[in-house]
């Protein structure tokens, strides 16, 4: 069998733990390929910032973790990664998705753009010549060029109900749910949240985070009682500062390049690492001092 090209193979009776076991096994061993992780953040309601959020939290992963990321928007009609990221390439996510003969992880890789050393735009047309409509299947082969290809793909996911965002939040491996702490916010995380529990019941639970908190005059759900409706606290909680996220937002930066002290970085950060589960790598006194060191050396010598 093995000779065959069969993996593993289980003989019977063969419980639960055997086949984790086996699965594990394989995906664990030294000569077995890497898979990327995806993740999917949506937002609860329009405009409550979840783009924002997503692209944050992609720079975040590729900067402060030095994980290799990909942003992939998939708001073909109105995405904003490319100007927040100040990128004008001339393809993008529609290329792949209207060539599904085409698609590979060479292929894929020719239609990103670079925005940093590790991070790389998958990115929206945001044209309105064509109309997107999709079957629920229809990202499904870009999904896995980029875990063949990329440690982490973050999808900017569209709010709008069809059965391919469905899906790409069902097949996804972390979800994240931004929300606005107000009453049609709280009623539609519940809702998602709800519907991605019971869909995927075997892997890591969805989260949500609140943004856009403190604006003033507006009257707002609190943490506390969004948190004891949903029956689990936000992973964040992102206050309302219009001028440093529309500044940012013009200047095609991300908050960190903006101001890396400022307490959105730090949560989109805490995201960052929530999502990966990988804590943020640190240069230590042994790396800043290694070129003084070799230095001397080199003058002794």
Same mark, same amino acid.
């Given at each position: ?48 910032? %979840? ?23 998939? =708001? ?52 309105? =010549?064509?109309?997107? =409509? ?94 004891? %409706? ?25 908050? %960190? ?14 995201? %960052? ?29």
């Amino acid at each position: 069998m093995l000779r065959r090209g069969i993996s593993d193979y289980l003989i019977s009776p063969v419980g639960v733990l055997d086949v984790v076991r086996s699965v594990c096994g394989l995906f664990s061993a030294p000569d077995a390929k890497p898979v990327g992780r995806v993740i999917a953040v949506i937002g609860s309601k329009g405009g409550v910032g %979840a783009s924002t959020v997503a692209h944050n939290v992609s720079f975040s992963i590729a900067r402060d973790l030095e994980l290799d990321t990909v942003v992939g928007d998939l =708001d073909l009609g109105f995405g904003t990664a490319g100007l927040d990221f100040n990128q004008d390439p001339p393809q993008g996510i529609a290329d792949a998705v209207f060539s599904p003969d085409r698609i590979d992880t060479a292929f894929i890789d020719r239609l990103l753009s670079k925005c940093t050393d590790q991070l790389s735009l998958l990115a929206a047309p945001a044209t309105l =010549d064509r109309v997107y =409509d999709f079957a629920s299947e229809a990202f499904d082969s870009i999904y896995d060029s980029l875990r063949a290809s990329v440690p982490c793909t973050v999808l900017d996911v569209p709010h709008q109900w069809a059965g391919w965002t469905k899906h790409t939040l069902i097949a996804a491996d972390d979800v994240l749910v931004v929300a606005a702490p107000d009453l049609a916010n709280l009623r539609n995380t519940k809702n998602l949240l709800d519907l991605l529990r019971a869909a995927r019941p075997n892997d890591r639970r969805p989260c949500y985070c609140l943004n856009q908190v403190g604006i003033p005059k507006r009257p707002e759900i609190s943490p506390a009682d969004f948190a004891k %409706a949903i029956e689990s606290e936000p992973v964040a909680v992102i206050p309302f500062d219009p001028q440093t996220f529309g500044t940012a937002a013009n200047n095609g930066q991300m908050i %960190a390049e903006l101001s890396s002290s400022h307490r959105a970085a730090d949560s989109f950060r805490q995201l %960052a690492q929530l999502l990966t589960g990988r804590p943020e790598t640190k240069k230590g006194r042994a790396g800043l001092l290694s070129p003084l060191i070799e230095r001397l050396m080199k003058r002794s010598a």
